[in-house]
């Protein structure tokens, strides 16, 4: 949230004052804890691979984790194991964040937290299994390779780790009143998250979800997984600041609606219509992952719905705090109305940006009109039928019979699309949290609300500029051989999903650095030439660290990971993408909370170093058996690659609460 509004005697900080701040640096180097944290993060994720066989050796005692993951290569145990792992570094990262506690007494509190959260991830677990879908048998289906099952399997993990990791997170006053209004917002936010499962559940009219699931459909197991994920991280939006149960009731009811809602938006919207079947079923994993990502997108932006209170302690009694009224009705204020309706125009406009190359393709290379351009464009085929209508000329151009040639066109569309959907997704989320941090850093409900909606609109819109500049750099300094293929290589449409992410993850962190309005003499002012000096500084700063970053990544891993990808080996392109991910979660962290450029730097050399230590760790301690590097380039399993992208993000998530949040 924007660090202003000012008292009317302060004067902001100059450029050079910010730029050169140091008091951020010696807080992070003042805190001996951090070695300690630095020894427990590897210590969790070494016991999460035994946490994660309770449930399945309940079910089968000859279970073995080393075996599913590279003997058999079960993709589904690959997928649930490396959603686990993501979910230990949300708990972690839960755990690591009271801002308020001494060293020492941080260090127990941590523990005891993350012992807590941990507790809660497997208690969600059961009653997940026992309410919701209960005619699969998660463990039974999992051993045996669905991978529909294991997606939502991944999905609910990580569902119920969003939740933990906001009720176990926060300031520890008395510990007896935390202890309980942790309790009881789990409680009760895991009662409406089965609530909320039930209800979607109803609503899918005409598709029995468990069947399909049971039938190995992953797009349906895809759709479930993300849209849960969407559920949690609304749900978890008030407990992050407040203790309200009141607050809790009313946002859920507001998140059921609007999420709702936008799944519609979705269908009509963005989903392309040959890929969904009769009946509203989704045929194609990668298409569910559209609907998904708008969910996601919707979810990160309505969460600025919710005032952050920074470090200042409630000193009301505990009672007073779990009814507060008065938090519950800020959610109704005049920028929140607005908000579902910026987030709906961004949403269509981030569809038409993302059509916009394809378009001109379509014009180039299908031999259409303009007319004909704009109309498929407004029947939401444009990014789709752009290449069929090219893929179909190109095989018309070889000596095929007619049946093969046919065939092959609708393979080849059937891929693009595949692969597009997959680019496409990754683009939303990217520029969700892009959204999310003009949001953060600009609105500001005591501002005047005219400017500071036109300031947020500006910095909103540049945000998606360097995003898509941002995206371009990576592609032509770090994969420019691997996007001259076609466009149906699916390992390249992952890279570049998770090169926007990564891109959302920088540009959405600075962003929410901006100092916003500032009241001076009854005026209200915005440090638009500061902001706008410091956002482009970090913006070059973080694309360099990027591309330096992804040299250095392709030098020690030891395969060609371009010949790889350009190969479309999805293993590799699935560690090359998390990787960056993991990357992009540890630098952006600092400049969501300071402009120091000293501190952006010794947590880029940490990104780095983190990067090559985990490799390590995840060949000699999560995976043990045969190297990481054969699993990916002789068996191209995926799961595995996974594997170590999700625990180097969960990891790397724990990493940035290391760097406490000013107070």
Same mark, same amino acid.
């Given at each position: 949230m924007s660090t202003a509004i000012a008292n009317a005697t302060s004067t902001p900080p100059s450029i050079s004052q910010r730029l050169g701040n140091t008091d951020a640096v010696v807080d992070f180097f003042s805190h001996w804890e951090s070695l300690l944290f630095l020894v427990w993060i590897p210590l969790v994720f070494l016991a999460g691979r035994y946490i994660f066989r309770i449930p399945y050796w309940l079910h089968d005692r000859t279970f073995s984790l080393k075996d599913q993951l590279t003997t058999v290569d079960n993709k589904a145990c690959a997928t649930s194991f490396a959603a686990f792992c993501f979910s230990l570094?949300?708990?972690? +990262?839960?755990?690591?964040?009271?801002?308020? +506690?001494?060293?020492?007494?941080?260090?127990?509190?941590?523990?005891?937290?993350?012992?807590?959260?941990?507790?809660?991830?497997?208690?969600? +677990?059961?009653?997940?299994?026992?309410?919701?879908?209960?005619?699969?048998?998660?463990?039974?289906?999992?051993?045996?390779?669905?991978?529909?099952?294991?997606?939502?399997?991944?999905?609910?993990?990580?569902?119920?780790?969003?939740?933990?990791?906001?009720?176990?997170?926060?300031?520890?006053?008395?510990?007896?009143?935390?202890?309980?209004?942790?309790?009881?917002?789990?409680?009760?936010?895991?009662?409406?998250?089965?609530?909320?499962? +039930?209800?979607?559940?109803?609503?899918?009219?005409?598709?029995? /979800?468990? /069947?399909?699931?049971?039938?190995?459909?992953?797009?349906?197991?895809?759709?479930?997984?993300?849209?849960?994920?969407?559920?949690?991280?609304?749900?978890?939006?008030?407990? /992050?600041?407040?203790?309200?149960?009141?607050?809790?009731?009313?946002?859920?009811?507001?998140?059921?609606?609007?999420?709702?809602?936008?799944?519609?938006?979705?269908?009509?919207?963005?989903?392309?219509?040959?890929?969904?079947?009769?009946?509203?079923?989704?045929?194609?994993?990668?298409?569910?992952?559209?609907?998904?990502?708008?969910?996601?997108?919707?979810?990160?932006?309505?969460?600025?719905?919710?005032?952050?209170?920074?470090?200042?302690?409630?000193?009301?009694?505990?009672?007073?705090?779990?009814?507060?009224?008065?938090?519950?009705?800020?959610?109704?204020?005049?920028?929140?109305?607005?908000?579902?309706?910026?987030?709906?125009?961004?949403?269509?406009?981030?569809?038409a940006t993302f059509s916009l190359p394809h378009l001109f393709r379509y014009l180039r290379r299908g031999n259409r009109s303009v007319i004909e351009a704009i109309q498929s464009y407004l029947d939401r085929q444009i990014v789709y039928a752009a290449d069929a209508a090219v893929a179909q000329q190109e095989l018309a151009e070889k000596p095929t019979d007619a049946l093969s040639g046919v065939n092959q066109a609708a393979t080849a569309v059937s891929r693009y699309s595949s692969s597009r959907s997959i680019a496409f997704a990754g683009f939303l989320v990217g520029n969700a949290l892009v959204l999310r941090g003009a949001l953060a850093g600009t609105v500001d409900s005591l501002a005047n609300p005219g400017p500071t909606i036109a300031y947020m609109l500006f910095w909103l819109m540049f945000g998606a500029a360097v995003l898509a500049i941002n995206n371009l750099l990576i592609t032509l300094f770090l994969w420019r051989r691997v996007t001259r293929r076609r466009d149906d290589n699916a390992s390249t449409a992952v890279i570049e999903a998770f090169a926007y992410f990564t891109s959302g993850l920088n540009v959405g962190g600075a962003l929410m650095s901006l100092q916003g309005a500032e009241t001076h003499g009854g005026g209200q002012t915005f440090d638009w030439g500061n902001d706008l000096a410091v956002i482009l500084l970090f913006s070059i700063m973080q694309q360099v660290a990027v591309i330096l970053f992804g040299k250095l990544y392709q030098l020690i891993t030891p395969y060609d990971d371009v010949a790889e990808v350009e190969n479309d080996n999805f293993a590799a392109g699935w560690s090359s993408a998390l990787i960056f991910v993991a990357f992009g979660v540890i630098t952006s962290a600092p400049i969501q909370r300071t402009d120091s450029v000293a501190l952006y730097w010794i947590y880029v050399v940490m990104a780095f170093l983190y990067v090559m230590l985990h490799r390590v760790f995840v060949d000699k301690v999560i995976l043990i058996g045969r190297a990481l590097s054969d699993e990916i380039t002789q068996d191209r399993n995926w799961g595995a690659a996974l594997i170590e992208g999700c625990t180097a993000i969960g990891a790397a998530m724990a990493l940035t609460s290391l760097l406490r949040a000013p107070c």
């Open positions: 570094g949300l708990i972690l +990262q839960g755990a690591f964040s009271d801002p308020l +506690q001494d060293s020492g007494t941080n260090v127990y509190t941590a523990i005891i937290w993350s012992c807590i959260g941990i507790v809660y991830l497997m208690l969600s +677990q059961f009653l997940n299994d026992l309410l919701l879908h209960r005619k699969i048998n998660y463990q039974e289906q999992i051993l045996k390779q669905n991978l529909a099952v294991g997606i939502l399997n991944a999905g609910m993990l990580v569902s119920s780790a969003i939740i933990a990791r906001y009720t176990i997170a926060g300031k520890v006053v008395v510990w007896w009143e935390s202890l309980a209004s942790s309790a009881i917002l789990w409680c009760i936010t895991q009662l409406f998250f089965v609530a909320f499962i +039930q209800l979607y559940d109803v609503i899918t009219v005409g598709v029995d /979800e468990q /069947e399909e699931l049971l039938k190995g459909n992953n797009a349906v197991g895809v759709s479930l997984a993300m849209s849960t994920v969407a559920c949690a991280i609304l749900l978890s939006s008030p407990i /992050e600041v407040s203790e309200s149960i009141v607050a809790l009731v009313i946002w859920f009811a507001l998140a059921v609606v609007l999420l709702l809602f936008f799944k519609f938006i979705a269908r009509v919207f963005l989903a392309p219509n040959e890929l969904v079947e009769e009946g509203g079923r989704p045929s194609n994993a990668a298409v569910s992952s559209i609907e998904g990502a708008t969910l996601l997108f919707v979810s990160l932006g309505l969460r600025s719905l919710i005032t952050y209170r920074g470090c200042a302690v409630d000193t009301r009694p505990w009672t007073a705090r779990i009814v507060d009224v008065d938090f519950a009705m800020s959610i109704f204020t005049y920028y929140n109305i607005a908000f579902p309706f910026i987030i709906f125009a961004y949403l269509l406009v981030t569809r």
